[in-house]
């Protein structure tokens, strides 16, 4: 690890201050993917800004047919939230099954939705779910928000403070997991909502995106027989030594049907 | 029999210190004026060094002293030496020099060539990066295949073709006539995959020098502290062994990794009098996956010749072999006399011939894995016998009773060199098949076809060579080194006992077995009895833990030991009751004159022997301490029979084991608990090989699986509760009867697991797939 300064942010302007002051800032939330990477020495950022100790980004709120998840708030406090699992049960079990114990004691939200890895189990729920970012200056459209891989709509300085969720008819979460880090290989999140069938696609391609042609085809028939015989597309999708394109877009289908099915 | 003697489950005596925090690995050790390493490595698998400036490096803060390969080549130091000679078809294997740091060329991604020494570890991490190394990258043959053919990039220029050495094994004009008589022949080509040992504890090392004493003092992360002392002392850096210590402390795993002299230890403790302060290195992670040696690395074709009963007539392996850049400790003896030695398996095979090519790559060195070389013999032999069974509609258990060698047929002699000591092979099959429960397959199979999976079965009959070794058997065999094993038990004056073995434990569990077989035969407390090991000023000598011989060669010096400590106790008690020494008896700790009630205690012989007041000291001398080696009349081999069951997801390709049945013979069990332990973690290893573990390396030589993002160790959840169980036919040529349990279910697990997943996958057309069966490969196959 190199050298860098340490600073704790007391509230969340106070991070944004500290964090445009530095000449190479970082914010740190549960530092699951910063920390590995600085010990590898990977990143050499002069200032990490450790928004652990901002209250005001922890909690979970449910009101009005809304789960509201504050940024700072663990994986594992979503997964044993008992409003939560009344109100989305497939996103208490999405944040369930991220990472190991460790990871999901020390892993954040915002941390997760913001570092985008195309491999993270939380962007499929935010799209599956139509979700709302909550940043210190706007909100975002979960639709909007993921632009790439480890890329996101959220501009230099800019904190992510909750993820907000409307509940939905019914939704499912299922993953295959990559056998050795246990990331999604593909995992695919599928909600029925107000607003139509959503089918939210992780771990395939370079970042979370939807399957119109499977959501289309839920539409008139939300059964996993609809989804019969379909798969993704190949082109685009991560190709590495875990996994072929093919076997990826093959992927896709049996867990949309298998997420479908466990919608009940 | 105490109640914590010979085949009582006790509860480890070293678990508290382990589970409380209280070990002392090498990493805990830190010495006053102590300096931190770290190794400047190439990234690169083939370059030229063309040159070496640590000038900006030397002038960083903290930095202490800079050596590189061109100062350790000009102290005129030895290089890493091999400590087993193979002799091929055409002549002694091709030896290349290993030079502890590499001067004019690095010949794999991690070889290292310069160290860092700061005053602390960042320091010498943020010069280690100041170093500035100019590389001229050459091409490299990062595979077997890639080694071998015309053209390719050379690794040595003292090994054309990057031929280490073409050996064989029995006569082939012989074996090619079985072949022409057989009523069918059975073809595989195997893959025995590459695997990262990863080990709990990473590889650490602190070395120090006396300047008062002049002795040099290393402690180092080892499964055999004598034979690094033996090796780095005379063969590396030509230090006399009186005034050089190596300690093992408690060491976290080993699987066979920590068994070898590596580059680190011979550095930190050349560079520790250089700069005459300690010095202490350990490994990262990500180091470890670059620089400890890997294991197997085989591709195999392999032909079995039956007649129409299903008798086998013949067996022929061809086989080419890793060993990676540099020829390790043991790695030429891994792919010989480890394996084709094993390839008659439990069977009658009446003629084998087995060939190897052993090959260098831009690759991490290849040696000893758990089990090394048997895996891959089991892995050949119970695919082949399995696959023919098949072929032949034969059930594969009727097959291989067909063809096991019968229990009346001991000692058998192989057509393979080794001679078996004993084995009741058709026991252990039955045994695992009842509780595997196989006659009930097929109606599992049918209701597992009903939920969409694939059902399959497969058996693995297993046979290793353990209790390594008999020195004169592997003297002739090109070993450089006897394999004899010595105790020491120091009987104190109140009748406590320490126990001082050449073996060494890294979570074998020593300090409570042999402190059972102590409290057993001298009737003490196990409480009173302590078990050390791995420090070369402690112990006379020793030859270390590997090859499941800890128990079968130094449970038997113990053994040995503890006659001489016996029969000079009954004469001390003979003279304190007055009686012919022919007359004492022992048993739990009480000596008695035969036809008398008269007695005396263990603690009151021993008290006697230190305060020897009316004592005959012409005639016997005092103490109570006793040595002896013991050089083993041959291996042991432990066998048995393990059965898995697995059923496919053909959606995914997910492999699940569902069921494991083990029945294993290991000659007699001193503490079933321990055994029982070692035999799961052992199956796990396996399952992992067999599901899980793949090192892949890409064609440029880098490794593609250097981190647990990318290389699959088995967890908890890979795998079901396993049903294990034991039965006994004692080692006839040792004093305990003992075989060995260490490796067994790393060598039998692979091929049962492989077999179910064909069995599983026969069904639907597949024929082959190769370690690990991923879920990818597993679907890939389905859908090819």
Redesign the interface.
Known sequence: MHDFTYHAAGSVADAAAKVAGGEDAVLMAGGMTLLPTLKQRLAQPSDVVDLAAVAELRGIQVSGGAVTVGAMTVHDAVANSSEVAAAIPALADVAGHIGDPQVRNRGTIGGSIANNDPAADYPAALVGLGATVCTDRREIAADDFFTGMFETALDEGEIVTAVRFPAPETAAYVKFPNPASRYAIVGVFVARTAGGVRVAVTGAAGCVYRETAMEAALEGNFSAAALEGMTASADDLNEDIHASAEYRAHLVGVMARRAVAACG | MPKDGIGASVKRKEDYRFITGQGAYTDDIDRPGQTYAVFVRSPHAHARIASVDTSAAAAMPGVVKILTGADYAADGLGGLPCGWQVTGKDGPMVEPPHPPLAADRVRHVGDQLAVVIANSA?EA??AA?AVAVEYEPLAAAASIDAALSPGAPQVHDEAPGNLCYDWELGDKADVDAAFAGAHHVTRVELVNNRLVPNAMEPRAAVAEYDRATREYTLYTTSQNPHVIRLLMGAFVLQLPEHRLRVVAPDVGGGFGSKIFHYAEEAILTWAAGKVARPIKWTAER?ESFVTDAHGRDHVTVAELALDADGKFLGLKVDTRANMGAYLSTFAPCVPTYLYATLLAGQYTTPKIWCGVQAVFTHTVPVDAYRGAGRPEATFVVERIVETAAHEMGIDPAELRRRNFVPPDAFPYQTPVALVYDSGDYEGTLAAALADADYNGFAARRTEAEARGKLRGIGLSAYIEACGIAPSAVVGSLGARAGLYECGEVRVHPTGSVTFFTGTHSHGQGHETTFAQIIAERLGVDIDAVEVVHGDTSKIPFGMGTYGSRSLAVGGSALSRALDKVETKAKRIAAHLMEASEADIEFADGQFTVAGTDKSVGFGDVALTAYVPHNYPIEELEPGLDETAYYDPANFTFPAGCHVCEVEIDP????VEIVNFAASDDFGNVINPMIVEGQVHGGIVQGVGQAL?EGC?YGDDGQL??GS??????PRADDVPSFTVSTRTTPCPHNPLGAKGCGEAGAIAAPAAVMNAVHHALASRGVSRIDMPA???RV??AL?A
Do not use: I, K
């Open positions: 960042a991490r943020d990066e990500a959606d995914t390709g997910a899980l892949v593609a699986t647990y993002m990318d290389y699959t160790m991923t879920p990818a679907w890939q859908n």
